[in-house]
T-cell receptor
Framework: DAKTTQPTSMDCAEGRAANLPCNHSTISGNEYVYWYRQIHSQGPQYIIHGLKNNETNEMASLIITEDRKSSTLILPHATLRDTAVYYCIVRVTRHGGATNKLIFGTGTLLAVQP | GAGVSQSPRYKVAKRGQDVALRCDPISGHVSLFWYQQALGQGPEFLTYFQNEAQLDKSGLPSDRFFAERPEGSVSTLKIQRTQQEDSAVYLC????????????????FGEGSWLTVV
């Protein structure tokens, strides 16, 4: 199963853009990249996902390189409440639904500083 | 609320005791997942259901772990003869259906059941 690597931690100033990188060099052609975040003692919260094209929603933007070996999550204006562990994940599925799972890594602890 | 609901939120079990953790997925969600998260680690996949069918149980760590979803809605994760290494947060998640990419296929997580084995 494809795995992801992320920096262990990052800092970002409040109000600035936070750019979180992720490498997924072994990703297969039909596997999606998902991003979740987790605030202490809560369940993972969905942020965004994509396959090949860049994606944007009300929370964030996802930039995927053309070779799909890496991606970047962008939080355009970070706030203190964005402090969390951010997980870059490859979603593994098999034809016919034989499996369907998110492969989490250890994530990036983003600390937004006032 | 309308999210994934898990109970109990916190459970302390004596070593050797059996425990049962319940998950109520979002109404109408076909797919249901269980994950285990140890302290300081990312969640790890345990098992996956599509309706009542358990299609993947490759992540269950031992035969002491058993999951069921008999009517395709509520699911129970059972751990027999608990050991200290079973102490973790057990996360349940659900999604509308199989397939990839559609917005309705987002996987939504519950808040987790915190299990401590003493």
């Amino acid at each position: 199963d494809a795995k992801t690597t992320q920096p262990t931690s990052m800092d970002c100033a409040e109000g600035r853009a936070a750019n979180l990188p992720c490498n997924h060099s072994t990703i297969s052609g039909n596997e999606y990249v998902y991003w979740y975040r987790q605030i202490h003692s809560q369940g993972p919260q969905y942020i965004i996902h994509g396959l090949k094209n860049n994606e944007t929603n009300e929370m964030a933007s996802l930039i995927i390189t053309e070779d799909r070996k890496s991606s970047t999550l962008i939080l355009p204006h970070a706030t203190l409440r964005d402090t969390a562990v951010y997980y870059c994940i490859v979603r593994v599925t098999r034809h016919g639904g034989a499996t369907n799972k998110l492969i989490f890594g250890t994530g990036t602890l983003l600390a937004v500083q006032p | 609320g309308a999210g994934v609901s898990q109970s109990p939120r916190y459970k302390v079990a004596k070593r050797g005791q059996d425990v049962a953790l319940r998950c109520d997925p979002i109404s109408g969600h076909v797919s249901l997942f269980w994950y285990q998260q140890a302290l300081g680690q990312g969640p790890e996949f345990l098992t996956y259901f599509q309706n009542e069918a358990q299609l993947d149980k490759s992540g269950l760590p031992s035969d002491r772990f058993f999951a069921e979803r008999p009517e395709g809605s509520v699911s129970t994760l059972k751990i027999q003869r608990t050991q200290q290494e079973d102490s973790a947060v057990y996360l349940c998640a659900s999604s509308l259906g199989e397939g990839q990419g559609s917005p309705g296929n987002t996987i939504y997580f519950g808040e987790g059941s915190w299990l401590t084995v003493v």
